[in-house]
């Protein structure tokens, strides 16, 4: 079992940048491909990105393909989400995920943390 918290969200202006972090607990967090998501209000959470276990691939949704970066230290235990250019549309709660396999939806997710709010002012 893993246990995440996310941290690093915040207001910043269009065209800026934001460096959300992730940190896990537990023994086992390199046997976990990780993903990050997001939820505007009266939407539903969407992929964003997501990173294998080997740190080898990643997958990004298409709306922030060339804006963000996905990257993981297993050895500290945190998964980053790296956020240029930003955007008003990028306005939403972030989320952390754990899952053995992963996926780019959220039902291939087990874990979750509770979420960082970034807003986007234009």
């Known amino acids: 079992q893993v246990q995440l918290v996310e941290s690093g969200g915040g207001l910043v202006q269009a065209g800026g940048s934001l460096r959300l972090s992730c940190a896990a607990s537990g023994r086992t967090f390199s046997s976990y491909a990780m993903g990050w998501f997001r939820q505007a209000p009266g939407k539903e959470r969407e992929f964003v990105a997501r990173?294998?276990?080997?740190?080898?691939?990643?997958y990004y949704a298409d709306s922030v393909k060339g804006r963000f970066t996905i990257s993981r230290d297993n050895a500290k235990k945190m998964v980053y989400l790296q956020m240029n250019s930003l955007k008003p549309e990028d306005t939403a709660v972030y989320y952390c995920a754990a899952d053995p396999t992963g996926g780019v939806v959220v039902e291939a997710y087990d874990y979750w943390g509770q979420g960082t709010q970034v807003t986007v002012s234009s």
């Open positions: 990173i294998n276990r080997a740190v080898s691939t990643t």
